[in-house]
């Protein structure tokens, strides 16, 4: 195996994700798909079609979760290693869209507290990996000196000085 091809199958190392919220999306992510799962099968109990479609996305979100966060669930199926290798490669704000995208489909499906809360978790997973893409916060000195480099800036330009 080449350099090239480990970096294509090698997840992102500075994603700028730390150990502890890598794991709290990877849990979001695990009871977004319970959460999902248990919902979507209380929506298929009923006799409107579009509850039912509702609730089978629902189901079938809490597989994609399962198979993208924690793949050893999923062990007995042959692509789960490789779907789950492929979600680790995908950018924050990638899954943050994906995940978001996803559990919004069924309640616009259909609209009641069992889609909504149903999908609540799987919502606040996307939520999560959204606030990871936007990066670590900035200490105070340095967004001090910048002000005031940008203050200098701008006196230089305008040819005022106190």
Not at 72 to 88: G, L
Not at 109 to 131: D, E, P, Q, W
Not at 135 to 148: I, M, P
Request: proline share 4%; charged share 15%; net charge neutral.
């Amino acid at each position: 195996m080449n350099s090239e091809e480990t970096s294509k199958t090698s997840p992102p190392e500075d994603d700028g994700m730390t150990w502890w919220y890598r794991w709290l999306c990877k849990i979001a992510g695990v009871l977004g798909g319970i959460s999902c799962a248990i919902a979507g099968v209380w929506n298929c109990v009923t006799v409107n079609p579009l509850n039912i479609a509702a609730g089978v996305w629902m189901v079938l979100n809490a597989f994609v979760l399962f198979l993208c966060e924690v793949p050893f669930c999923c062990q007995f199926i042959e692509f789960a290693n490789a779907v789950a290798a492929r979600a680790d490669r995908f950018r924050p704000w990638q899954k943050s869209f994906f995940y978001c995208g996803m559990a919004l489909f069924p309640i616009f499906l259909s609209f009641s507290f069992t889609t909504l809360f149903g999908n609540a978790i799987a919502f606040a997973t996307g939520v999560l990996y959204g606030l990871a893409s936007l990066g670590k916060k900035g200490d105070a000195v340095t967004y001090a000196r910048l002000q005031h480099h940008k203050q200098g800036d701008e006196e230089r330009m305008t040819g005022t000085t106190e």
